[in-house]
């Protein structure tokens, strides 16, 4: 029984230690990654949100090591590719820590941007606290 019940909280401090990202970090990740995105890639409002929307969304589909460079890693970098004009999309590939966010080391997630960025509370565009929406945008003016 022993037994058992050790390789039960073993298989569930794998299954813990290899799932995805929270919402709240996924979107707080992304929020820090478009933001410098925006800085150094010089984005519009409009790509701004795009770029957020696919960032999120790739953050949120890594769940394990292996979606890391994946399908959804490859739809990210063709979104991007629609959304970012020529110049921006060769400066994107051309920064790692932009074109391959995540890896994975010693059961962590690891962000590139952080190297380049190493303030995780300092955002160019303020946006940190809230993402509003574009309908919220506009409400709001």
Same mark, same amino acid.
């Given at each position: 029984?022993?037994?058992?019940?050790?390789?039960?909280? =073993?298989?569930? =401090?794998?299954?813990?230690?290899?799932?995805?990202?929270?919402? %709240?970090?996924?979107?707080?990740? =992304?929020?820090?990654?478009?933001?410098?995105?925006?800085?150094?890639? *010089?984005?519009? %409002?409009?790509?701004? %949100?795009?770029?957020? %929307?696919? *960032?999120?969304?790739?953050?949120?589909s890594v769940n394990t090591a292996d979606d890391l460079y994946g399908t959804y890693w490859a739809h990210r970098n063709q979104d991007l590719c629609y959304i970012l004009l020529?110049?921006?999309?060769?400066?994107?590939?051309?920064?790692?820590?932009?074109?391959?966010?995540l890896w994975w080391d010693a059961g962590y997630w690891h962000f590139g941007i952080y190297a380049r960025y190493p303030h995780r509370d300092y955002f160019y565009f303020g946006r940190q606290d809230s993402t509003p929406t574009t309908a919220e945008a506009i409400a709001g003016e």
């Open positions: 029984m022993k037994r058992i019940l050790t390789a039960f909280v =073993a298989l569930f =401090a794998f299954i813990v230690t290899a799932s995805g990202m929270s919402y %709240e970090q996924a979107r707080r990740q =992304a929020l820090f990654l478009t933001d410098k995105m925006a800085y150094e890639l *010089n984005l519009t %409002e409009e790509q701004y %949100e795009a770029a957020y %929307e696919i *960032n999120l969304d790739y953050l949120m020529d110049w921006q999309y060769r400066s994107f590939v051309a920064a790692s820590y932009f074109y391959r966010p």
